[in-house]
């Protein structure tokens, strides 16, 4: 089976960094993406790794280690509109290559 | 155009009823997803058509059917559902995943209320 883990809530305040992370136990993994749900609303895709490294998109980086079941999705500047739930899912080849996402951390920027 | 459609936004339904909901996508994508989200909850997968034949159902109750007319289009068939049902119910869209690995894209949803 698969198990994801990532913090349930987060605060951050305006203009500061924050990082979100997300952990993982599976077999044949194939891949992880992170993606931004307002309320409501479709999650959109931020970002994707498939190999250990930072991956980085402007104002939004994602870094996975393969060897520790590990990433973060790292966060700067924030602006209130990044007030937002942030979905890691990790793709393994023993799925289909079929999405399964972590329960989400709920981010709430203050300013 | 990298926009997956979905309607209705809403819908409210008896226990009786039988309604059917709809997802389109115009951007050459062979695989189509129905997730099932809950309140403050991550989206659960339900249904993954490739090349518009089923290719997963993840133990969906059979009050679910879905359908997949054509590679641009999914349905999902909704009948004698339970209040517990009641979620937004998100369509995606991908290449093909046996081809490797791709983002998907996401409609905004239909709100289900089960009355």
């Known amino acids: 089976g698969q198990n994801i883990d990532q913090p349930t809530e987060m605060t951050a305040t305006e203009g500061a960094i924050v990082q979100i992370n997300c952990t993982y136990q599976?077999?044949?993994?194939?891949?992880l993406f992170w993606y931004q749900q307002h309320a409501g609303e479709a999650p959109t895709f931020l970002s994707y790794?498939?190999?250990?490294g930072l991956e980085e998109k402007g104002r939004f980086s994602s870094f996975l280690s393969r060897s520790k079941g590990y990433s973060y999705l790292l966060l700067k500047e924030l602006q209130m509109k990044d007030s937002a739930s942030y979905l890691c899912?990790?793709?393994?080849?023993?799925?289909?290559?079929?999405?399964?996402f972590g329960p989400g951390t709920r981010l709430s920027v203050l300013p | 155009d990298t926009e997956v459609t979905q309607t209705p936004k809403h819908l409210v339904m008896g226990m009786t009823n039988k309604k059917s909901l709809k997802c389109e996508q115009h951007?050459?994508?062979?695989?189509m997803y129905w997730y099932k989200q809950k309140a403050k909850k991550p989206p659960e997968l339900m249904f993954v058509y490739s090349y518009e034949k089923l290719s997963i159902n993840e133990s969906v109750p059979s009050r679910f059917s879905p359908e997949c007319p054509n590679s641009s289009l999914l349905n999902l068939h909704l009948h004698a559902l339970q209040p517990e049902d009641s979620a937004l119910y998100l369509c995606?869209?991908?290449?093909?995943?046996?081809?490797?690995?791709?983002?998907?894209?996401f409609g905004p949803g239909t709100r289900l209320t089960v009355t």
């Open positions: 995606a869209s991908s290449q093909d995943p046996s081809g490797g690995v791709y983002e998907q894209y």
């Open positions: 790794n498939v190999l250990d």
């Open positions: 951007m050459g994508h062979r695989a």
């Open positions: 599976t077999s044949g993994f194939n891949g």
């Open positions: 899912a990790v793709v393994s080849r023993n799925y289909g290559q079929n999405f399964v």
